[in-house]
C-alpha cells in the first residue's frame, strides 16, 4: 500500500506523486484532504487529493516543498512507499448545479482547486476559472483546468505569464462583467483573504479551502480549530471548506505561523545531517 | 505465618528531581521477592470483595497465592482466564476506587490494602517479558468475522476474547499506531509505550488482524463493513475535546489536552527534533482540570522543561477525579496547585500568544447531582496567573465522524451511543458498543470490563444468526 507509481518535478520545489491506495482512490471527493507520515520519526501533515485513477486505485498529490516534512517526501520516487496514508478527510465540496461559477487558485492551492473545477464542470456550471501566481513556472495544472473551465485566465506578478497583477484584479473584472453565483478561492491565506473582501464586495458567497496546522485530522485534538463566525469549528472535520466571510482571517494567519521557529530549526538540522551524510 | 506488614511493600521509584528530567516510567515495579512479600499480605479472603470490584472479575486471590509461592508462570494463567492487557491494567486502574478498595486487609485498623495493582504488574511485566502465551488451539475454520472499530482497551478486550474463541477478527483504527489513549494519551513515565506495543502484540498472536489508517465512515463505512462481516463492535472512545470557550481560546499557546498529549505522547514532540512534530518550549505552564488527564499533561510540561507548572481546579483536593497516586507523584515533582479556581480569560501577550490566565475564586456550595460540591465563583476574586502556555484538560465528548455517517445508529441525549449496558447491543442489529463511546471518559478497566461483556454478546448473536440462516436454507 502507498507504493508511489509516478513522480514528476512541475517547478523548482513543486512535486507530482501518485501512489497506490484503493480505499482512498474509491472514496474520495472534491474538497477532500489525507494526512501523510513519511516516515518513523515523521509528523502527520495534511495535503488535499488533486485527482485520483479509481481503475488503476491510485491517489494524486501535489505539493510545495516548504519544511522538512515535504522536503523528505520529495526524496521519495518510483517504487518507494509513503509510510502511512489516511483519508479521505474532511467533509466534501458541495457539487451541484449553482449557474456560473469563479474559481481562484493561487500557487500550490491550485492543485486542490482542480478537483473542484472539475466537479463543478461535470455538475454542469458555466467554470470560470482563474489561476495566479509569483511567476510562469508556479502556474502548475493549466492545461488541465483549461479542459474543465469555460474561462480561464491567468494572472501573474511579474507579467511572465498571462497577464500582469494579482487574482483579485481579473475577479473585479468578471464580477463586473457578469452575474457569479458562487465562488471559491484556495491559495495562500493572505491571497484568500483578500478575494473573500473582493466577492464580499459583489455580494457573492466565496467558499474558501483552510489549511491550518493538524495533527490527527479526525477530530480529536482541535489543533486546527478556527473561528468561524460565532462558533468554533476544526477545520478537519467541519472543514476544511468555509464561507470566506465567516473566517476571521487575522487569528487564522497568526495561528498558522504558531511553530514558525521549531519548523525552521527542523529543516535546518535535517540540513545539516543530510550535508554530512551525503557530503 | 509471619505478621503481617501494616504497610504495603515498598515499590521502586525514579527519584523526583531525576524523573522530572525524563520521560521513563517513574514506578520500577516490584522484584520477585518483593512481591512474593507482598502477596503474602494477602488474607486469602473466601468471599473476596476485590473480586467483584474488579469490573472484569479477575480472580485475584487466587493469582496472589501463586506469586507467593513464586509461581508467576501459574500466576499469568490464572490474570489470562480474565484480562488481555495485565501489564496495562496494573499499572493505570485507580485500585484505589476498585479492588483495592474493597480489601479487607485494607479495612482493618491502621492497615494499607493489598498491592494489588502492583502484583497484577508484576506477573504482566513477567508474561511479557518470558514471551508467555496460553496454550490455545485456535480452530482452523472461524466461527464467524467480527469487525471493531477503534484498538483502545475496549476494543483491544473484544478482539482478544473473540479471537480466543475463534472468531475471524480485524480492528480498524484511524491513527497509525493501535491502542487509543493507551498510546496518544497516557504518557510514556506511566505507561511505557513498548508495553502497549508488546501486549498488543500478543492479541496480534491470537490472529487479530489490525488495519491502521483507517477512519470508519471515510475510509471505509457502516455499510461495508455490515457487508462483509457477521457483527460489529463500536469502540471510537470520547475523543473530542471540550473548550471552555472563554475568551482568547483561539491564542496561540492554548491547547487541548488531546492536542498536547498526543504531540508529546503518539508524535513524540519530547524528542524534537529527532522526531519531526514540535511542541513549544514553554516556561510557565497552565493546566486547566482535575482528572488523570490533567495531572498526566502538567506532568509531560515540567518534562518537556518548563520551570513553573501550575494546575488550577474548580474545586478542592477532596472532589480532585485523579488518582491519588498520580496526586503525589505531580505534588513531588513540583506541580503547583490553585485549588477553587476557574480561569475567566486568556490574556494576549501582544503577539497573538497567550501571555496570562485571568482566573476568579471559587466557593463551593451544596453537592450537585454527581455528590460533589457545587462551585460557583466568588465575585471581585480575579487575579492573573503568569503563562506562556495553557492546556485544557476539562473532559471529552464522543467521537463524531463515525456517528455522523451512521445515522441508523441510536444515540442518547450526551451524544454517546445507546447501548444496553448488559449486553453492548445498540439499536442497529450486529452492532455492538462498548467503553467510551457509549459511557463517556472513564478508565481503561471498565472500557476493558464492557469489552468483555459485548465480546459473549457477540459470539451468542452470531451463533444464533447462523443458526437461524441455516434453518431458512
Redesign the interface.
Known sequence: MNRITKYRQLSDNEYEIWFENDRIAKKAQPGQFIILRVDELGERIPLTIVDTDKDNGTVCLIYQVIGKSTKKLSTLTVGDHILDVLGPLGTPTEIKQYGTVLLVGGGVGIAALFPIVKGLKEAGNKVITVLGARTADLIILKEQCEAYSDELIVMTDDGSLGEKGLVTDAMERIFKRETVDTAWAIGPSVMMKFCTLTAEKYGVPIYVSLNPIMIDGTGMCGGCRVSIGDTTKFACVDGPEFLGTDVHWDEFIQRMKQYRDEEACSLETYQKEQVIDNG | MARRSREKTAIAEQAPEVRVTNFNEVCLGYTLDEGKLEAARCLQCRNAPCIEACPVMIDIPGFILQIREGNLEEAAKILKKYTNLPAICGRVCPQEKQCEMVCKLGKAKNFEPVAIGKLERLVGDWALDNDYSEDLVLPDEKKGKVAVVGSGPSGLTVAGDLAKAGYDVTIFE???SAGGVLS?GIPEFRLPKKIVKQEIGTIEKLGVKIE????VG???DMEEIMSEFDACYLAVGA???N?M?ISG??L??V??S??YL??INL??GYE???????I?DSKHVVVIGGGNVAMDSARSAKRIGAEKVSIIYRRSLEELPARIEEYHHSVEEGIEYYWQTNPVEYLDDGT?AVGGVKVVKMALGEPDESGRRRPSPIPGSEFIIEADAVIEAIGQGA???LLTTFPELKLNKWGYVDADPETGKTSVPGVFAGGDIVTGAATVILAMGAGKVAANEIMKYVEEKKVASGKSK
Open positions: 484511524a491513527l497509525h496518544y491502521t489508517n483507517v477512519v471515510k475510509t471505509i475523543g473530542t475535546p473548550f470557550g481560546t483561539s496561540n499557546g491547547y487541548s488531546s492536542e498526543t504531540r508524535m513524540h524534537f527534533p529527532r522526531f519531526d512534530t514540535p513549544k497573538g467521537n463524531k465522524v
